[in-house]
């Protein structure tokens, strides 16, 4: 397999094994399936990155069209390492879904091909936005994630995932629609779909009302898309009433690939100066973050649902990750993508626990979580491990990535925006501990015979992301160098005064 062909493979594999599970239509073999074209898609995403880190970018012309002219797929350093993050959180949760599917009140058992249908679709359109080297298709890889997340969320038993997927489907269109609107005000201007292309031509017109226009409507898109506070409320009730399956990926995949999309047209396409000069963005994106950790945090300690807990949760880490790239610098830059890794090895973690607990005693209140700890050990060690680590207490993920943002914060003098940080961190704690409490220190009101430990297919993925966790927390030596070097190359060395 030669490395020219590694881009293509990353999209084309899963997008071909999506109808192929129609055909197979057997829980097992599609199951197996689809966990092996998971497996390919990490092993192509690996070979990538090593080769995108020793030799520069790979290019791909689709019909041997050379770009601008002809569809480019590209792949560099920070693609490369969303796509590996990506494929990885895909395969773990893939190992779990056969398990995880045997409970019937998750998904109704005649519908599992479809759920491989759908996951393939899904995963297909994620390494296609993230690959992509052309605009419009970045839209068209966007709707076919976005459609196959519609009918993923709408497959969980529970009757409110059929208007959470409806909520989701009509938030996500405005926002597909404000992008398309962005990228033809784009193409209108420059005659250009080309990203590399756009990059080059942009900073001639970028004076002009269409840009700006563009910027604006693209950007609000992508933020609907991401769930940036006040643009979220789609998102906890797909997390909620998903399929726990389906909230694993979708927490730890789909708004890390969004952040992707807009740190590429931010700070590649529009470029640092026209982002933060010419349009206000950084006061916005510092408004924006700080309540989104404020105020997410805040409702998640209200929850009784842990998923919907822990979907307010995912808003306020999203708050963190745009406080990153407010601050227009390599460390904030860098901040942001670490956090982007790191989060999502803590949420695939924390979710993939709640599928485990669910599978057992089929309820993930708060009142299903009391007296369990005792009973299901190695499930509730590994929420409080991936709690903690949401915290940002230090040998986890989720302390590297806090200390780097404090670092940038301090570094332009916000002062007030570092005392934010801690004090988000500080309001995980309520809401994790509230968990805590009632796992191991209350009586328990379910039925005794069910109270017994996960099966294994459950944990083993689960504590692979645990320990990812504790590793990536203690040796930062690969996340932090890649992130510092992506980031490097970002900024182009052009630090906001």
Same mark, same amino acid.
């Given at each position: 397999?030669?490395?020219?062909q590694l881009p293509i493979l990353q999209v084309i594999v899963p997008l071909?094994?999506?109808?192929?599970?129609?055909?197979?239509? #057997?829980?097992? @073999?599609?199951?197996?399936?689809?966990?092996?074209?998971?497996?390919?898609?990490?092993?192509?995403?690996?070979?990538?990155?090593?080769? !995108?880190?020793?030799?520069?970018?790979?290019?791909? #012309?689709?019909?041997?069209?050379?770009?601008?002219?002809?569809?480019?797929?590209?792949?560099?350093?920070?693609?490369? %390492?969303?796509?590996? @993050?990506?494929?990885?959180?895909?395969?773990?949760?893939?190992?779990?879904?056969?398990?995880?599917?045997?409970?019937?009140?998750?998904?109704?058992?005649?519908?599992?091909?479809?759920?491989?249908?759908?996951?393939?679709?899904?995963?297909?359109?994620?390494?296609?936005?993230?690959?992509?080297?052309?605009?419009?298709?970045?839209?068209?890889?966007?709707?076919?994630?976005?459609?196959?997340?519609?009918?993923?969320?709408?497959?969980?038993?529970?009757?409110?995932?059929?208007?959470?997927?409806?909520?989701?489907?009509?938030?996500?269109?405005?926002?597909?629609?404000?992008?398309?609107?962005?990228?033809?005000?784009?193409?209108?201007?420059?005659?250009?779909?080309?990203?590399?292309?756009?990059?080059?031509?942009?900073?001639?017109?970028?004076?002009?009302?269409?840009?700006?226009?563009?910027?604006?409507? =693209?950007?609000?898109?992508?933020?609907?898309?991401?769930?940036? %506070?006040?643009?979220?409320?789609?998102?906890?009730?797909?997390?909620?009433?998903?399929?726990?399956?389906?909230?694993? %990926?979708?927490?730890?995949?789909?708004?890390? !690939?969004?952040?992707?999309?807009?740190?590429?047209?931010?700070?590649?396409?529009?470029?640092?100066?026209?982002?933060?000069?010419?349009?206000?963005?950084?006061?916005? =994106?510092?408004?924006?973050?700080?309540?989104?950790?404020?105020?997410?945090?805040?409702?998640?300690?209200?929850?009784?649902?842990?998923?919907?807990?822990?979907?307010?949760?995912?808003?306020?880490?999203?708050?963190?990750?745009?406080?990153?790239?407010?601050?227009?610098?390599?460390?904030?830059?860098?901040?942001? @993508?670490?956090?982007?890794?790191? #989060?999502?090895?803590?949420?695939?973690?924390?979710?993939?626990?709640?599928?485990?607990?669910?599978?057992?005693?089929?309820?993930?209140?708060?009142?299903?979580?009391?007296?369990?700890?005792?009973?299901?050990p190695f499930t509730l060690a590994a929420f409080v491990i991936g709690g903690?680590?949401?915290?940002?207490?230090?040998?986890?993920?989720?302390?590297?990535?806090?200390?780097?943002?404090?670092?940038?914060?301090?570094a332009q003098g916000w002062y007030l925006v570092s005392v934010i940080i801690?004090?988000?961190?500080? @309001?995980?704690?309520?809401?994790?501990?509230? /968990?805590?409490?009632?796992?191991? =220190?209350?009586?328990?009101?379910?039925?005794?015979?069910?109270?017994?430990?996960?099966?294994?297919?459950?944990?083993?993925? /689960?504590?692979?992301?645990?320990?990812?966790?504790?590793?990536?927390?203690?040796?930062?030596?690969?996340?932090?160098?890649?992130?510092?070097?992506?980031?490097?190359?970002?900024? #182009?060395?052009?630090?906001?005064?």
């Amino acid at each position: 397999m030669s490395s020219a062909q590694l881009p293509i493979l990353q999209v084309i594999v899963p997008l071909l094994a999506a109808p192929l599970c129609l055909l197979i239509n #057997h829980k097992l @073999l599609n199951w197996l399936f689809t966990l092996l074209v998971s497996g390919f898609s990490f092993v192509v995403a690996a070979l990538m990155l090593w080769q !995108v880190s020793d030799t520069g970018p790979l290019s791909y #012309h689709l019909g041997g069209w050379m770009p601008p002219y002809g569809i480019e797929i590209r792949v560099d350093q920070l693609n490369a %390492f969303v796509a590996l @993050l990506i494929t990885a959180i895909s395969t773990l949760v893939i190992t779990s879904a056969h398990t995880s599917l045997e409970n019937k009140k998750d998904i109704a058992p005649g519908k599992h091909t479809y759920f491989y249908v759908a996951y393939l679709l899904c995963f297909a359109g994620l390494l296609g936005i993230l690959v992509t080297g052309d605009a419009f298709n970045l839209f068209v890889f966007l709707e076919i994630s976005s459609l196959s997340s519609y009918v993923l969320i709408a497959l969980g038993r529970d009757r409110r995932a059929l208007w959470a997927s409806f909520q989701y489907l009509v938030m996500g269109t405005i926002g597909a629609t404000f992008i398309l609107i962005g990228i033809g005000l784009l193409y209108m201007k420059t005659g250009t779909l080309n990203i590399a292309d756009l990059a080059e031509r942009l900073p001639e017109m970028a004076d002009t009302r269409t840009i700006f226009v563009a910027f604006c409507f =693209f950007i609000v898109g992508v933020c609907l898309k991401l769930a940036l %506070f006040p643009l979220h409320m789609w998102l906890p009730n797909a997390y909620a009433y998903a399929p726990t399956v389906v909230t694993a %990926f979708l927490a730890a995949s789909s708004t890390k !690939v969004a952040l992707y999309v807009v740190v590429r047209f931010v700070f590649v396409v529009f470029g640092v100066d026209f982002s933060f000069t010419t349009i206000p963005l950084q006061a916005v =994106f510092v408004t924006l973050g700080t309540l989104g950790v404020l105020v997410a945090s805040l409702v998640a300690i209200n929850q009784q649902n842990i998923k919907r807990m822990l979907a307010y949760s995912s808003i306020a880490q999203i708050g963190y990750m745009v406080l990153g790239l407010s601050f227009g610098s390599i460390t904030g830059l860098m901040a942001s @993508l670490l956090h982007l890794f790191n #989060h999502a090895l803590m949420k695939g973690a924390l979710f993939l626990t709640l599928g485990a607990v669910f599978y057992r005693i089929g309820g993930v209140s708060l009142k299903h979580f009391q007296g369990i700890g005792r009973h299901m050990p190695f499930t509730l060690a590994a929420f409080v491990i991936g709690g903690v680590s949401i915290i940002g207490m230090p040998l986890t993920v989720g302390f590297v990535s806090k200390w780097y943002l404090l670092q940038a914060a301090i570094a332009q003098g916000w002062y007030l925006v570092s005392v934010i940080i801690l004090v988000g961190s500080l @309001l995980s704690v309520i809401y994790i501990w509230k /968990v805590v409490d009632a796992a191991y =220190f209350k009586p328990a009101l379910v039925n005794q015979a069910q109270l017994k430990e996960a099966p294994l297919s459950l944990l083993i993925p /689960v504590w692979v992301l645990v320990l990812a966790n504790l590793y990536f927390g203690m040796d930062t030596r690969l996340t932090v160098t890649l992130t510092d070097q992506v980031a490097t190359q970002l900024m #182009h060395i052009e630090v906001l005064p």
